[in-house]
């Protein structure tokens, strides 16, 4: 059935959870997983180099470091479960691309993420990333609540 899960992580709560279910899925399937995250690219807010509290190096450092910790958890959670797992660590603007290229190019054939269960007139403002790769993805998405 599935063979390579994606399992994109962004470091909160649900997408936790989001992440035992999937590698539960994979190991049940005997499936392998490929964990991502996305990093913002680094942004200035201001003319005045003074007033910049990061430079882009230290910005890269700081989320590569971050993002590592993130993807590390859910390659331990693999390793305890018994799944091989490969980690992608992807700078994007737009999490919902990422996402949808990362599972794209690692030949993924089911993507396993979060929705962080927002409802109503915040949902719609705020939008969703589960929603963007649902709407755009051409591969199956399964969505952990």
Same mark, same amino acid.
């Given at each position: ?14 997408? &936790? ?55 590390? &958890?859910? /390659?331990?959670?693999?390793?305890? /479960? ?20 990362? /599972?794209?190019?690692? &030949? ?5 993420? /979060? ?31």
């Amino acid at each position: 059935m599935f063979k390579r899960i994606l399992l994109p992580v962004d470091g909160s709560e649900a997408s &936790g959870r989001a992440v035992l279910a999937g590698v539960d899925f994979a190991r049940s399937l005997g499936a392998e997983v490929v964990a991502m995250t996305a990093t913002p690219s680094f942004h200035t807010f201001t003319m005045d180099a003074g007033m910049l509290e990061q430079t882009r190096e230290d910005y890269a450092r700081t989320s590569r470091a971050h993002g590592q910790r993130m993807l590390e &958890g859910v /390659a331990a959670a693999a390793r305890d /479960a018994g799944v091989p797992c490969t980690n992608v660590q992807i700078t994007s603007d737009e999490p919902y691309e990422a996402i949808i290229s990362a /599972a794209r190019d690692q &030949g993924c054939d089911l993507i396993v993420m /979060a929705s962080h269960g927002r409802r109503g007139i915040k949902g719609l403002l705020l939008g969703s990333e589960t929603q963007k790769v649902l709407v755009h993805s051409a591969i199956p998405v399964l969505v952990y609540r």
